[in-house]
């Protein structure tokens, strides 16, 4: 006893078909099948689509990072204008001690200079950096 097995295929599980109408039929279907199946793992790797979403999340991390670097700016420079502040006022209470220790007629030309300086700060700046000269010739002219 010869029992004939039909043939099926191993991908779908159904048997092939030995009209020819319903093989071109199958065959209509497996294409379209395989069609869906191309169309959608196309959509899944729309490169174009990625590198503009990774261009997006970049652009979104370096404005993250900048706001975080000035924020810390902020905070540096408030901090070191604080400190500033605070030498610039030691400072002016040192030079008040020391213009306080010296006699009248020098604490009254020491105040003299010092409110001519603050209407000519560039003269001050001028009488510095020629002082500066003068002293680094003599000290280079006496070796």
């Known amino acids: 006893m010869s029992r004939k097995i039909p043939h099926v295929t191993p991908e779908t599980g159904r048997e092939v078909p030995k009209d020819p109408e319903e093989l071109r039929r199958d065959i209509e279907q497996t ?22 979403e990774s261009v997006h999340e970049g652009v979104d991390k370096a404005k993250e990072k900048a706001g ?17 502040q605070a ?4 400072a002016s209470a040192v030079a008040t001690k020391a213009t306080d ?14 409110e001519q300086a603050r209407r000519r700060p560039m003269a001050v700046v001028g009488g510095l950096v020629a002082a500066v ?10 070796r």
């Open 31 to 52: 294409r379209r099948e395989l069609g869906d199946t191309v169309e959608a793992l196309a959509h899944k790797v729309d490169v174009p689509a990625r590198v503009k």
């Open 87 to 90: 030498v610039a006022g030691k």
């Open 68 to 84: 975080e670097a000035a924020t810390r700016v902020d905070q540096a420079v408030t901090r070191v204008a604080a400190e500033a």
């Open 101 to 114: 220790s010296l006699p009248q007629p020098v604490q009254d030309k020491v105040v003299l200079v010092g």
């Open 133 to 142: 000269v003068v002293v680094t010739w003599l000290v280079r002219r006496g």
